[in-house]
T-cell receptor, first 116, second 113 residues
Framework: DAGVIQSPRHEVTEMGQEVTLRCKPISGHNSLFWYRQTMMRGLELLIYFNNNVPIDDSGMPEDRFSAKMPNASFSTLKIQPSEPRDSAVYFC??????????????FGNGTRLTVT | GENVEQHPSTLSVQEGDSAVIKCTYSDSASNYFPWYKQELGKRPQLIIDIRSNVGEKKDQRIAVTLNKTAKHFSLHITETQPEDSAVYFCAALDPNTGNQFYFGTGTSLTVIP
């Protein structure tokens, strides 16, 4: 398996522009998570989906952030308009979800976002 | 919800010595605890995990112990090597959702050659 695939790896954009981050989870995994990582705040859970349905989006910082999962193999995280304080590494992760055997998270390689 | 605390935030050891990182959790119903290693510029990767039905688990130079009564678990790395230098995160699975994880704040381990 190729693991969790994220694109792009790096994104540099100007303040005010729209940014779209993409994620393909591991095939067969039914839970998908978006995290943001910064030096100051560590790993923050933004939102997670279970069977393509958003379960908890309480970590989404503002209305500028939105996430979708139109099918089991694709998710997007969009920031519109972007601001310099959104600069961070954004990780997507997937897991088998709840069940009799607990499943760890598998992280993608992340997208390093820089907003100037 | 679950609260996970991790100590120390930074740790330096001489090559060959042991390193221990400790985490506590608040929800006694939590039953699954993975550990992740994140090298500089890379993604967090699972290195070992433990379920609440066991007290200890080993994988070569890495071991994890769990004390359910005290609600703490620890990562032990023996015979440390420079390539062990990284940030280590502990996590606890939310027993209410069964698929959401709460992470510690990370320990930056430096192994001095």
């Amino acid at each position: 398996d190729a693991g969790v695939i994220q694109s792009p790896r790096h994104e540099v954009t100007e303040m005010g522009q729209e940014v779209t981050l993409r994620c393909k989870p591991i095939s067969g995994h039914n839970s998908l998570f978006w995290y943001r990582q910064t030096m100051m705040r560590g790993l923050e859970l933004l939102i997670y989906f279970n069977n393509n349905v958003p379960i908890d989006d309480s970590g989404m910082p503002e209305d500028r952030f939105s996430a979708k999962m139109p099918n089991a193999s694709f998710s997007t995280l969009k920031i519109q308009p972007s601001e310099p304080r959104d600069s961070a590494v954004y990780f997507c992760a997937s897991s088998l979800g709840s069940g009799p055997y607990n499943s760890p998270l598998h992280f993608g390689n992340g997208t390093r976002l820089t907003v100037t | 919800g679950e609260n996970v605390e991790q100590h120390p935030s930074t740790l330096s050891v001489q090559e060959g010595d042991s390193a221990v990182i400790k985490c506590t959790y608040s929800d006694s119903a939590s039953n699954y605890f993975p550990w992740y290693k994140q090298e500089l510029g890379k993604r967090p990767q699972l290195i070992i995990d433990i379920r609440s039905n066991v007290g200890e688990k080993k994988d070569q130079r890495i071991a994890v112990t769990l004390n359910k009564t005290a609600k703490h678990f620890s990562l032990h790395i023996t015979e440390t090597q420079p390539e062990d230098s990284a940030v280590y995160f502990c996590a606890a699975l939310d027993p209410n959702t069964g698929n959401q994880f709460y992470f510690g704040t990370g320990t930056s381990l430096t192994v001095i050659p």
